[in-house]
């Protein structure tokens, strides 16, 4: 799994933030669109994508997409 891959794959869910803008120290509460939805789409495209899944909670405790991206990895099989 690598980074700019999966940053890829996180801000094609962001419809209203231009390509390229999101970095792995992006904080992804902040983008234009988040909301709960939002974060439930997130959850279902880790698992979609990497076959990892990430709770609410562990959510909760992401600051940046470099933080996702961690839990991700640590977590990939």
């Known amino acids: 799994m690598q980074l700019t891959d999966f940053i890829q794959s996180i801000s094609s869910e ?5 390509p390229g803008t999101i970095s792995g120290e992006t904080e992804f509460r902040k983008l ?4 709960s939805m939002m974060a439930l ?12 899944t990430i709770t609410a909670e562990k ?8 933080d996702l991206f961690a839990i991700a990895q640590s977590k990939a099989t």
């Open 14 to 18: 962001f419809e209203d933030v231009p």
């Open 32 to 35: 234009e669109g988040w909301s």
């Open 41 to 52: 789409i997130v959850i279902a495209k880790i698992d979609s994508d990497y076959s990892v």
């Open 59 to 66: 959510l909760a405790k992401c600051a940046t997409i470099n």
